[in-house]
């Protein structure tokens, strides 16, 4: 069973801060890892997929990285429309209970 | 467009039956997998499982094998997720989504989600 960790558990910055967050798969996935945003109310939107593929119409700002069992999330200057919970989720095996992390909510300073 | 639409809010009590559905429109429906994230209040997104409409091939998690049945008419292009006994403990917003072609790529089709919610 594929174990997923996210890291903060939340974090409170600046606007203008760059703003790290990581996930950990507790075995290797390759790069099939992908990022989500979730703003209360609404449903999630996929920003990255694959590790590091930024999805059409995502701001520039957000990159990822990773492959294996490290990935990270950056936002190189945090805006305040950013304010939301990030998700990790990993598509390499469905026959997991944990295909998400337990996500890392975002605030502003 | 690619979009999933979901039925309605519910409202039911425990032991009661529920199908909840999901349709997509603007792609070819047998082609894209369609999957079930259940979000409870205040927690974060846990994958129920994920069906291919075009052979109705479906995965579960191990969490959620047994509790539900997901399934799909092609007819209709419509997706379903069921329940055959709610508990209090299913109170929840569930989500459709779609990774596309590839049940492995990120999914970058949503639904707006359905609450549930199962009280006495």
């Given at each position: 069973d594929i174990q997923m960790t996210q890291s903060p558990s939340s974090l409170s910055a600046s606007v203008g801060d760059r703003v790290t967050i990581t996930c950990r798969a507790s075995q290797s996935i390759s790069m099939y890892l992908n990022w989500y945003q979730q703003k209360p109310g609404k449903a999630p939107k996929l920003l990255i997929s694959g590790a590091s593929s930024l999805q059409s119409?995502?701001?520039?700002?957000f990159s990822g990285s990773g492959s294996g069992t490290d990935f990270s999330l950056t936002i190189s200057s945090l805006q305040p429309e950013d304010v939301a919970t990030y998700y990790c989720q990993q598509s390499y095996s469905y026959y997991s209970r944990h295909g998400f992390g337990p996500g890392t909510k975002v605030d502003i300073k | 467009e690619v979009q999933l639409v979901q039925s309605g809010a519910e409202v039911k009590k425990p032991g009661e039956s529920l199908k909840i559905s999901c349709k997509g429109s603007g792609y070819h429906f047998t082609t894209y997998w369609i999957g079930w994230v259940r979000q409870m209040p205040g927690k974060g997104l846990e994958w129920m499982g994920i069906i291919?409409?075009?052979?109705?091939?479906t995965r579960y998690s191990p969490s959620f094998q047994g509790q539900v049945t997901i399934s799909a008419d092609k007819s209709i292009t419509t997706a379903y997720l069921q329940w055959s006994s709610l508990k209090a403990s299913d109170t929840a917003m569930y989500y459709c989504a779609s990774p596309g072609l590839?049940?492995?790529?990120?999914?970058g089709f949503w639904g707006q989600g359905t609450l549930v919610t199962v009280s006495s």
């Open positions: 119409g995502v701001p520039s700002r | 291919y409409p075009g052979d109705s091939d590839n049940w492995n790529d990120g999914w």
